[in-house]
Nanobody, 113 residues
Framework: QVQLVESGGGLVQPGGSLRLSCATS????????MGWYRQAPGKQRELVAT???????NYADSVKGRFTISRDNAKKTVYLQMNSLKPEDTAVYYC???????WGKGTLVTVSS
């Protein structure tokens, strides 16, 4: 059974940082590219960042220079380091095994003073 469990969300002030984690099980993690998506209230889900099996990364323009995606194959976990957070980053953040229907249930990030 495939499971993806996100953690690390919460309430943070503008300019602050959070680190999200997505722990996986039931898949051969090292052979899959992984992604982080987010969905803000009333908006469609959007791609935030991706990382290939070789560690190459790609980011949405809105988060470039502020967010960093990384992976630990030994721990079967993908991370999203989020710095200089803005109110518009408020959303539920989901991890995804790219090109599959495997999703986590999400973790809420709220950026507010």
């Amino acid at each position: 059974q495939v499971q993806l469990v996100e953690s690390g969300g919460g309430l943070v002030q503008p300019g602050g940082s959070l680190r999200l984690s997505c722990a996986t099980s039931g898949i051969i993690f090292s052979i899959y590219a992984m992604g982080w998506y987010r969905q803000a209230p009333g908006k469609q889900r959007e791609l935030v960042a991706t990382i290939t099996t070789g560690g190459s990364t790609n980011y949405a323009d809105s988060v470039k220079g502020r967010f960093t995606i990384s992976r630990d194959n030994a721990k079967k976990t993908v991370y999203l380091q989020m710095n200089s957070l803005k109110p518009e980053d408020t959303a539920v953040y989901y991890c995804n095994v790219l090109s599959t229907s495997y999703w986590g249930k999400g973790t809420l990030v709220t950026v507010s003073s």
